[in-house]
């Protein structure tokens, strides 16, 4: 199974990226699933449906999100509903959504894929422990149910998504790290044979700090009180993502980085 999973999605201009870059790469690369992180999609922050159908109308098929995706009224009906979205598994049951869900490609196979939050940095007073919460789960199921499984640690701290990495090498296919923005070019196959990159990147304005404008992150560094934080609607877009190769819930058979600037 070949898998793009692309780097999160900031507001209208990550979403025009997308539609831009990937109906095209889709079938150029051949590309069996494409998964993206969407927890800023909407106006750089949260998730909603209107949002959501746009990049799934471009070829997005499933969606991984993070510590953002409560932001937006809604987020509990577009959670509980049958949404092709997950929500990190660390955070409480009685929250809305579900940590992990299934894609079934037939002969293709059947993908797991997981979402978790990372713990250091993060100031998320609800999350468990993410390590122990991850091996809970992956106990829990029979990996041999699925051709693979893939996780996207949504983390602030490279160590943590480094140590999650060599934690999980050899019981997952894939470990992806996501929410820095920040694509990092460490990707490869670890001694256990799972597949790992620190951090995809993101799918949005290049000239900006992580989406927002710049100098308004300038003055929130320089002074207590400061405007509220404005997406970069215009100038270059970057595009990241990495490419996938899985045929085994314990390994991964192949990781190729894909970073545009459009
Ligand atoms: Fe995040």
Known sequence: MKILFI???????GRQTVGEVLPKLRKQKGVD?????VENIAHGKGITEKTLREVMSY?????????????????????????????????????????????????????????LLGWGGMNERTISEPFREIDAFLRSINPKDYSGILLDIHAESTAEKVSMGAYLDGRVSSIIGTHT?????????????????????????LNSVLWVDS??????????????????????????????EVENPCKGQKIERLNKIL
């Open 7 to 13: 780097g999160d999605i900031c507001g209208s201009p």
């Open 33 to 37: 699933l494409v998964i993206a992180n």
């Open 59 to 115: 070829g997005v098929d499933f969606m991984t999100s993070g510590n953002h995706v409560w932001k937006k009224p809604g987020f509990e009906d577009i959670l509980e509903s049958d949404f092709p979205i997950i929500r990190p598994l660390n955070y409480p049951d009685d929250l809305p959504g579900k940590g992990y869900g299934e894609v079934d490609l037939g002969k293709k196979g059947k993908l797991l894929i997981l979402n």
């Open 215 to 244: 100098d308004i992150i300038i003055q929130q560094n320089m002074y207590p009180y400061s405007p509220s934080y404005e997406i970069v609607e215009d100038g270059p877009m970057r595009f990241d993502s990495v490419i996938l």
């Open 181 to 205: 923005h920040i694509p990092t070019a460490d990707e490869r196959i670890l001694p256990k044979g799972s597949t790992y990159i620190t951090d995809v990147g993101m799918t949005g304005p």
